[in-house]
């Protein structure tokens, strides 16, 4: 049985622990390190995880070591941890968007060491507190078969996962999913805005958009065999509403805008590393 240390206990973290918690892991195999204690100790009242405020207490706890800090923090966490503690066997998790492997394992490599650590880098997203995480997983070469089993289930617990070929697809994923419940709820706070000033009431608006948006996820998942534009072709009666709201998305440029905004995640990556 894996003994899992969460590094950071903000968004992310919160978000995979109460998805691993859900999905039966138990809660005394998981220790969560954060310095302030408002998080941890919410989650250790929520959901009996352990937690401390030592990133080396937590670490020495695992053997699976779950890199939840922002990336700036991330090589000093990692000094902090392999210069205190012997990592020999521990598995690093990296969830920070935009720093590298090599980055990661120069931060865990002791001065007169020449052993690389094995680290997996993984790309989730938000709704993993709900089982319904999509994760990006990218290992280096030093990982385990067995490791990379722990990795796997690890985030196969709070949603689906893909496993990458090249660490650059790492950028993609953010693109494409690490970053992308924020296009959507965008999106949606746009629709509830315009709904208010239509004459909806707040809770009505929001729970138009809401189930809208949720039938139309559901609609996506119990139809893989359909194309996604054929879904909406069902909607688009032609010279109908639909069809005049689509044009409208259409003539300003919705495709370019979404691709542009996409590459500007991937770019943001990409700077990030340097
Ligand atoms: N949020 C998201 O949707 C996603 C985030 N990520 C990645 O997850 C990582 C964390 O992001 P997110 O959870 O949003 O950020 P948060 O700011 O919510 O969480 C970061 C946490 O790290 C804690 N922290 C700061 N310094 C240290 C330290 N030295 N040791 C231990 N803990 C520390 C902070 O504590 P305190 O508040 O007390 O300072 C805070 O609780 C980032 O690298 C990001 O790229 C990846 C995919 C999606
Ligand atoms: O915004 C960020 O940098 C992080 C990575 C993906 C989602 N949040």
Known sequence: MNKIAFIGAGNMARAIIIGLVNSGVAAQNIMVANPSEGKRLQLEQEFGVLQTSDNLKA??????IVLCVKPHFIEDVCSQISQAIDITGKLFISVAAGTTVAQIQAALTKESATELA????VMPNTPSQLGLGMSGLYPSKEVTAEQKESADTLMTAVGKVIWLETEAKINDVIAVAGSAPAYYFLFMEAMEKHAITLGFSAEESRMLVQQTAFGS???VVQNSDLEISTLRGNVTSK???THAAIEKFKEQGIDEMVKNSMNAAI???EEMAK
């Open 118 to 121: 094995p680290v997996v880098r």
């Open 239 to 241: 010279g109908g509403t």
């Open 217 to 219: 996820a559901q609609m």
């Open 267 to 269: 770019a943001r990556a």
């Open 59 to 64: 670490s020495e706890f695992a053997n699976v």
